[in-house]
């Protein structure tokens, strides 16, 4: 009996094959180093070429102590500035260790959420909390601060000085501040007291139909959300409106928390990261909200709030109204270097449960309503009437819930 076997011409075939295959991937991959190789060659090329011009034609001469310090760090922070990422940035030793030192201990703060703003080297507000003393005083969204206690922020170190919003409970703190509204400075002093952020307004907007503003997303917003829910549906609200126009900064653990409360099982945001084969997924347990929800977004709804939104959208948990968010999909670390200095950097994203990328693009609500500049400036005290926003999400509410007019 013949036995069988495998064929030259199917060996040779296979041999064949498997050469030209690793050949194809060993070529993209070379490709790819040399194209690399090639980037990082101008780099250096245009670095030298700088050098050279400036050394034959700079008149002015560079400080032996600290000038070329300067120059180094400026070259780091251009190299983050030109990866056009407005959330990245270089911090150089001096903001970076600097700050490393200090403890603030049992200190309270003055109520800002803030970020470095490279334009000036000051502190930029994100966030002025609600019920808070810098909130109180009249610091606003996207104010700058210049200086605290006449020390000026870039003399300091960004780090440094951000530490000193921070003090004994009573103690007051003096700030320069380039108003956002204006572009004048101003100087605020503002007394360092306990404060609770009042991250959660709610209402019966009419019957049946309740209503949820979510200002920030932090450690006290699930307890704040609960109590809400709690107090609306004694008032006989059946179905909730949940606004978080304007919510631009936040706790990543927080929304996810308030996600599960609402939320029924299943995947509420993936985060992936550089060089990682699969990304981290947050899910939701069974307990979930039982009760017909709509969301309305802005232009100003960004980060956290995004994956809010965009999971209530992808699970039908809920229909979002208003217009496209602002497209803040990816979150940022502090990465040292082993010079001592350090940068901020976006180093993860996040990705909807139906798998889509929204940084720099936004999340796109179910139903689109534009509201009018002028008005949006208003929000959250526009009247209701003047709300298109709102009544649309209560008009689809309405509509779920079969409340007929």
Known sequence: MKKKGIRIGTVFFLIVATMVTTAIGTYYY???????????????QKLDLLNSVISRNYVLSI??????????????????????????????????????????????????????????????????????????????????????????????????????????????????VLKASNSEIVTFEITRVEYVPQTVAYRIIENGIGYININEFDKTTLSSF???????????????????????????????????RIMPSGIIVSVREQGSDTPTRYFSDDSNLMMPLTVIQNGETAGVAEVFSAALRDTEKAVVV???????????????LSDGTAIRLSAYEYVTPAGERFNGVGITPNILVQL???????????????????????DQLKSMLGIQD
């Open 322 to 336: 208003g217009s496209v968010s602002k497209g803040v999909g990816v979150g940022q670390r502090d990465i040292p």
């Open 226 to 260: 609960n109590a809400a829910v709690s107090q609306l549906t004694e008032k006989g609200a059946i179905g909730l409106v949940i606004d978080v126009r304007n919510n631009s900064v936040g706790d990543f653990s927080a929304v996810i928390d308030v996600l599960d």
């Open 63 to 176: 400080n032996l102590v600290e000038g070329y310090d300067d120059i180094i760090n400026g070259i780091a922070s251009g190299y983050i500035s030109g990866l056009g990422d407005e959330y990245s940035y270089y911090l150089d030793e001096k903001n970076f260790k600097a700050a490393s030192s200090i403890t603030i201990g049992n200190y309270v703060d003055i109520g800002v959420l803030y970020s470095y703003d490279p334009a000036t080297g000051g502190i930029k507000v994100t966030l002025p909390k609600e019920g808070s003393p810098a909130k109180l005083a009249g610091i606003e969204k996207g104010d700058i601060i210049l200086s605290i206690n006449g020390t000026n922020v870039t003399e300091d170190g960004y780090r440094r000085a951000a530490a000193k919003l921070s003090g004994e409970p009573g103690s007051t703190v003096t700030l320069s």
């Open 372 to 394: 009018e500049e002028d008005k949006e400036a208003l929000l959250p005290n526009l009247p209701e009437e003047d709300d298109v926003q709102l009544q649309m999400a209560v």
């Open 30 to 44: 070379v490709s790819q180093v040399i194209n690399d190789i090639g980037r990082n060659q101008q780099m250096y």
